[in-house]
């Protein structure tokens, strides 16, 4: 199975400032990445597909980019809403993997 | 509007089993691969079985292959999990979820709300 493993585990910030969280895949996954944002108590829901596009509905501060075996997820200015965990996940292997998760919150 | 409900969790004993249902609604579900992705408590997610749109393929983890089976009804709109020989660790909160793609190899989107399932004496 591919790993994929997320940093940093915990990030601190403050609203209005911008998030950079990262993923990296233990092999090749070309694009085949996306990304969900968990609150606490809910479902987890999509944010970001094949590496860099924006599910419906999704903010456009959110942002996904890299290719190959390193991505992020970028939230250019956070909002109060945004603090929550977010996993990354690959489809590029014939079984479905995810990142453990990195928790974004408040300063 | 897509929905994706769960039922049928609940305190199961080890070595017990259980059926989960998820019905679905909103969208043609004879056409989207489906999932089974479960979190334990206070931890990540895990994907446990996917099934294609006709329900020839399917695939699982490792940690449940040969005790867990995944189903539908196309024409009840329905997907199952039947869970046997369930052990603690399977203790868990198991999310119903859409494919992107009728094979079951895109993303998914959405999610259900979650069933937890308790496997304790």
């Known amino acids: 199975d591919i790993v994929l493993t997320q940093s940093p585990a915990t990030l601190s910030l403050s609203p209005g400032e911008r998030a950079t969280l990262s993923c990296r895949a233990s092999q090749y996954v070309a694009s085949y990445i996306a990304w969900y944002q968990q609150r606490p108590g809910q479902a987890p829901r999509l944010l970001i597909y094949?590496?860099?596009n924006r599910a419906t509905g999704i903010p456009d501060r959110f942002s996904g980019g890299g290719s190959g075996t390193d991505f992020t997820l970028t939230i250019s200015s956070l909002e109060p809403e945004d603090f929550a965990v977010y996993y990354c996940h690959q489809r590029s292997d014939w079984f479905p993997t995810f990142g453990q998760g990195t928790r974004l919150e408040i300063k | 509007e897509v929905q994706l409900v769960e039922s049928g969790g609940g305190l199961v004993q080890p070595g017990g089993s259980r059926r989960l249902s998820c019905s679905a609604s909103g969208f043609t579900f004879s056409s989207s691969g489906m999932h089974w992705v479960r979190q334990a408590p206070g931890k990540g997610l895990e994907h446990v079985a996917v099934?294609?749109?006709?329900?020839?393929?399917?695939y699982y983890a490792e940690s449940v292959k040969g005790r867990f089976t995944i189903s539908r009804d196309n024409l009840d709109n329905t997907l199952y999990l039947q869970m046997t020989s369930l052990r603690t660790e399977d203790t868990a909160t198991y999310y119903c979820?859409?494919?992107?793609?009728?094979?079951?190899?895109?993303?998914?989107?959405?999610w259900g709300q979650g069933v937890l399932v308790t496997v304790s004496s």
């Open positions: 094949d590496g860099f």
């Open positions: 979820v859409k494919d992107a793609y009728h094979t079951g190899r895109g993303w998914f989107d959405p």
């Open positions: 099934i294609a749109y006709n329900g020839d393929d399917t």
